[in-house]
């Protein structure tokens, strides 16, 4: 990759970030391109340098989202074989990446993100179900190795496994941070663990 190319990439980056935080902060009626450059810190026409509108920059949110959602997967499967902690770890990153981010979740957990743009909210579910298939893709591993469960569906389970994260940062995100979402997701995971792990029959008391 080219610096240029690089430097373009980072800056595009940064004004996506700049964008969450002001969405977040002043909601949608607050974020107009003068004050995302200003937040930035550059001229307007330096954002139409990266981005055709506001449009383009709030699709420009939901690839964010997927692209880290996307890197969280690869980096567990390429850590560990093990699919238990695959998800434990995955558990982890994405508690990481909702709770380390807190204009993240003020967006995605609300209707701002869409105004009123039907293809803008299917594809945030498009993102959100196709991370569920990847969680879905470590559970049969798991329950191809008797480890997880065989009986239990993977698709249902891996909404289970998003559960674990999403109430406890809604409350989180409620509390403005008071509620610690990061303990409540530590101590549910055993509980998950313990509810899915296979068991030989003769070991079933």
Wanted: hydrophobic fraction near 45%.
């Amino acid at each position: 990759m080219s610096i240029l190319k690089f430097a373009t990439e980072m800056r595009r980056e940064q004004i996506v970030q700049a964008a969450i935080e002001l969405i977040a902060g002043q909601g949608m009626k607050g974020f107009n391109v003068a004050l995302l450059a200003r937040r930035v810190g550059v001229a307007p026409s330096a954002i139409y340098h990266h981005f055709k509108g506001k449009d383009e920059i709030l699709d420009s949110v939901l690839d964010l989202l997927e692209q880290k959602l996307r890197s969280n997967v690869e980096a567990v499967v390429e850590k560990t074989q093990h699919p238990l902690d695959q998800l434990k770890q995955l558990l982890a990153a994405h508690a990481q990446l909702v709770l380390g981010h807190s204009a993240l979740p003020r967006i995605l957990f609300s209707e701002d993100i869409y105004g009123g743009n039907a293809s803008r909210k299917a594809r945030l579910q498009g993102i959100i179900m196709g991370y569920l298939e990847e969680v879905a893709t470590i559970i049969r591993n798991g329950q191809a190795q008797r480890l997880i469960r065989a009986e239990l569906d993977p698709g249902t389970l891996a909404v289970m496994f998003l559960g674990l994260l999403q109430p406890p940062a809604i409350l989180w995100h409620l509390s403005d941070g008071q509620f610690d979402a990061a303990r409540q997701v530590e101590r549910a995971w055993p509980i998950f663990r313990e509810a899915v792990c296979f068991r030989p029959l003769s070991k079933v008391k």
